[in-house]
């Protein structure tokens, strides 16, 4: 239906900036003071690439609401995509940060806490052994290179689509079947694709034939695609890929920065997934900087060998900011506090009700849409049926839809997730906020089947 209406998009699309710019003059004024003492206009880029015509400068979130500096509020089910994904200002957590910066926020040393969050990570995941690092990113730095020094094998192999943060290796994707380094990669001197290869999520045959030359240290992913649209897996995929992974050799690191939204143990311990590395950054320290990455005891002794072969020397892993006392007190008030079994019941009861709701939208205006969801993690997608790989997302991926649907809930006090539609239930999400969601979107399509 969208995709034969661009005109009256681009109708739609005026509008909707001209009413922003008018509701939001603390905004735009910012902005503009911003632009003078920040490249682009804002502290980081991404900043920027919301729907709106400038950024929302933000005075303050409490719960699953965000107050900005114009006085306008809005329901959140973007949570600073993810990091606030168990609410803003959580009192815990306050807290424990409170506390402890009083008492120094880091020493290159552990603390009494420390003890404490390694015994609550290995109690929720299952894995035994854990590490620390300042973002998912560095995280997922490690783990690849670890992976490479405990198996003396070079290529690591990611899904097309995926996005594992500013890993470089994961910035390979298929074009025409052929892989290439990610258009817009900045600054890129080597080859990526020299060291990396990539299938399509879901094809297990591509999958066994990439892993087939015996030389792929890691196969990194996320067990629930959610960076170009959400893609979930086909029944089977998951024991398959375990299985093809051992047979090859081969260790499987699993992101659960995001869909930590499926369960208080992830999807792994949701679905009796047993990789060999886990990877947990943002919500784990409830928006504090931090990130977690586990390895079997298997793992761990591998690595202690590899150590010993390379011999003494820096290893090139960590920063001093990893692990330090306040992100651990973050870390020890998230684990014991927050992400309970209660949180979690609440967050997927209201994601139970978005599902609902966005699906009846669908169905009494004959829309040729969809959501998919993964727990507290839903997404609309302007397909039917939802894609199962990156390809086919990227043919139906209509980013001047995606730009109206976000700018008409921002003018309407809803805030999701940018880039696509991806929405968030907190446990301090209520009813009402979900039921005001839905009739925004009903609203946008309304207004799109009534051009």
Known sequence: ??????????????????????????????????AGVWR???????????????????????????????????????????????GHGDASVAAAVAD?????????????????????????FGLPLWQTATTASDANRAAIRWARAVTQRPVVLVFDGCYHGMVEDAFVALKDGTAVMKPGLLGQVHDLTATTRVVPFNDLEALEAALAPGDVAAVLAEPVMTNCGMILPEPGFHDALRKLTRDAGTLLILDETHTISTGPGGYTRTFDLTPDVFVLGKAVAGGV??????????????????????????????????????????????????????????????????????????????LPWSVAHVGA???????????????????????EAVEALHLWLI???????????????????????IDRLVAAVDGFAAAMGDA
Request: net charge positive; proline share 6%; hydrophobic share 50%.
């Open 289 to 366: 900087p931090a990130a977690v990455w586990g390895v079997t005891a298997e793992l761990s002794t591998r690595m202690d060998e590899a150590r010993l072969r390379i011999g003494p020397g820096q290893s090139g892993i960590g920063t001093t900011l990893s692990g330090n006392a306040l992100a651990m007190a973050a870390m020890r008030a998230m684990l014991s506090e927050v992400m309970t079994d209660a949180a979690y019941t609440w967050m997927l009861t209201g994601a139970d009700r978005l599902v609902a709701g966005l699906k009846a939208v669908i169905a009494a205006r004959k």
């Open 40 to 86: 682009g206009g804002a502290p980081m880029h991404w900043m920027n690439d919301w729907a709106s015509p400038s950024p929302i400068f933000v005075a303050q979130g409490v719960g699953a609401q965000v107050t900005d500096v114009d006085g306008k509020l809005y329901d959140d089910f973007c949570l600073g995509d993810t990091p606030a994904m168990f």
């Open 100 to 124: 402890q910066i009083k008492r120094g926020a880091g020493f290159m040393l552990p603390t009494a806490s420390a003890v404490i969050v390694g015994k609550l990570l290995a109690e929720r």
């Open 1 to 34: 239906m969208i995709a034969k209406l661009s005109r009256s998009l681009d109708t739609l699309l005026a509008d909707e900036r001209a009413r922003f710019l008018a509701e939001h003059p603390r905004s735009v004024a910012m902005a503009k003071a911003a």
């Open 411 to 433: 003018n309407r006090g809803v805030l999701i997730a940018p880039f696509h539609n991806m929405m968030l239930v907190s446990p301090v999400t209520d009813g009402a906020a």
């Open 377 to 399: 993690r839903v997404e609309l997608v302007f397909a039917n049926p939802p894609p199962k790989n990156a390809a086919e997302m990227r043919k139906v991926l209509d980013r």
